[in-house]
């Protein structure tokens, strides 16, 4: 049978090397750094006029080895890469099934940029619903019938909000939290930070042991943009809490909310930390993630597109957690242990098994429909689904026309569902959100970090 280049081949020119390309494989998860006369031959591979481009014997057969070159069609192509697809999917499915407790809808912060600011404005009664005792009980007790045997699920339990961690909800997150420990559950919070200290007690390795807290800035830009409900500032009481955790060894990701106001702000916030002595002090990280217009109409706000996000980091070097980096960590990790990359077909876990528990008995399945009661999955008093929760999990790169034909789609896995319903008003995978370009830095970046773990297949 005669052969021909995958149609998911994916070559990037090496900006670091003159004649050196990375190939990677859209399905098969090789990776191989080889000189632009192997990129020639490939192309040339069927043409009835070739290019005169050669190559050995033994790179002729590395290159079939690691399906760069088929005998398969395009479509008999597109068919395994949908089987692939939904086979992959089941298996996330099976192992992947996550538990978030909403404590509360609430929240003491009034941040320009929240998506779930429309659920405080127009429902400011019904947001105040907290759990009670009886409610976690029941929430645990669906944990126990929907995770079945606790190898198969998360072992750590996220608490949500809103605001999770308001002090007057102190009781409840301290029974959440012994509950959940007695169960062998670790738990961590993704919090503002403010009221921090009035959970000191439950800031341990084996309860609370892990946080994700937002500063967006120094001073003087945070304070505008996480802004209290009441003292209107938050900046100094939040950089007082991280150092609390820190000295009860809780490991904590700062999150900087980032658009083009506050970018250079990454720098001044890593710099304090050095200055107070927080790098000494215990597991801290600074992370990066781009504001995504959910159409706040604040002229605070100046967002910016994927390209531009990655245009900024890429000048910095990608000092800090991007995009970018994700990308090139995914790469480099299966350079340094010798294996195909970990393929998945699903952009997060609400495509195959994310539950959000809240206050009111419902599940929800993504964090950025939480409240939008049309987009309820099921309950948990007692179990049963609706069929929301069908139409997320059946997502997944195979049932996209273009997904299921994109060489990129292994990696990008479709895009995020919400982002698309906001953009587009359509349900499903195919939030490209540049990704292409963000590929091509990504296999920059990981060639130059670790280049020399590549195995060169060119001869």
Sequence with gaps: ???????????????????????????????????????????SVGKQQPDGAQV????????????????????????????????LHQKDKILHKSFVFLVA??????????????????????????????????????????????????SQIVLYGGEP????????????????????YRFMAITNGYDLDAFE??????????????????KEIH?????????????????????????????????????ANNFNELSKIEQLFRDLGYYGKGNLRIHSARLFDYKYNNRRLSFLNQLEYNKLHKEIAYKYPCTVSGIAQTLCRAVTDKKRINLSSTYCSAQTGSHIFDPFGDIYGCWEDVGNVENIIGHYDPVEWTEIKELWHYQNIAVSFDCVRCKYAFFCRG????????????????????????FHDATNLAYKKMHECVKNIDQ
């Design 165 to 184: 961690l308001l002090a007057r909800n102190r009781e409840i997150v301290k029974y959440i939290v012994n509950k959940g420990k007695d169960l062998g």
């Design 415 to 438: 895009g995020c569902i919400a982002h698309e319903k906001h953009k587009r008003g359509v349900f499903g995978p195919g939030f490209c959100n540049s990704y292409p370009d963000t």
């Design 223 to 259: 304070d505008q943009r996480r802004i209290h409900y009441q003292t209107k500032t938050s900046f100094d009481k939040i950089i007082s809490n991280i150092a609390l955790a820190l000295e009860r060894d809780v490991e904590i990701t700062v999150r900087v909310n980032n658009d």
């Design 201 to 218: 007690d439950l800031l341990t390795t084996d309860k609370l042991s892990s946080l994700q807290i937002t500063v967006d800035g120094s």
């Design 56 to 87: 050995s014997e033994a790179t002729l057969e590395a290159l079939k080895a690691r399906g760069y070159l088929t005998v398969k069609t395009e479509e008999e192509e597109v068919e395994h890469v949908r089987k692939l697809a939904n086979l």
């Design 1 to 43: 049978m005669s052969m021909r280049k995958s149609s998911y081949v994916i070559d990037v020119k090496l900006d670091s090397e003159a004649d050196k390309y990375m190939l990677v494989h859209g399905y098969t998860g090789a990776i191989d750094v080889v000189s632009e006369n192997v990129v020639a031959y490939l192309d």
């Design 105 to 154: 809808y609430d929240c003491n912060f009034r941040c320009p940029y929240c998506y779930e600011s429309k659920v405080l404005k127009d429902s400011r009664q019904w947001s105040r619903k907290v759990f009670t005792k009886e409610m976690v009980d029941k929430a645990y007790d669906a944990i126990s019938k929907i995770g079945g045997d606790k190898r198969l699920h998360y």
